[in-house]
């Protein structure tokens, strides 16, 4: 690890830490050249797949997208904000428990979908409706009587 402070390349670990949620190692530091000290942090680093769109493009996954499509959904709904970060860690589970470098963009809809109709049902056909791009009032129909 580089000093920040001289830029020298040898450092030594004085002490190590993990976090309580043990997702996180904090490493005090000594430069051995400047004698200077600094905090390191390590966290594991998750790949999520690449988004294909509808179009063919590739598109890197962007959870704070996902996020502002369902919450747009839950709008004026009673759900809690625990509730929807839990729905959300689902999604992102799955995606990473698939392995796949790239997804679908309608494979991520569909997990949305499944989520939101778990939660609740009136964001699920906001959603659906918008997602599903209904040409007709029966397809729509449809949707609510399969609820």
Do not use: W
Not at 16 to 41: A, K, L, P
């Amino acid at each position: 690890m580089r000093c920040p402070y001289c830029g020298h390349d040898e450092t030594q670990v004085v002490e190590t830490r993990e976090s309580e949620e043990g997702d996180v190692v904090r490493r005090r530091r000594r430069c051995t050249h400047c004698d200077r000290r600094f905090t390191t942090y390590e966290r594991g680093e998750l790949a999520l797949p690449a988004v294909v769109k509808k179009d063919g493009s590739r598109v890197e996954f962007d959870p704070a997208k996902l996020r502002a499509s369902m919450m747009l959904a839950l709008r004026k709904r009673p759900v809690s904000t625990e509730q929807l970060d839990a729905a959300l860690e689902r999604i992102q589970d799955k995606l990473l428990a698939g392995g796949a470098r790239e997804v679908a963009s309608s494979r991520i809809g569909e997990l949305v979908m499944r989520e939101l109709k778990r939660i609740d049902k009136v964001a699920y056909v906001r959603f659906a409706s918008v997602y599903r791009e209904f040409e007709d009032v029966d397809a729509f129909r449809q949707l609510i009587r399969d609820i």
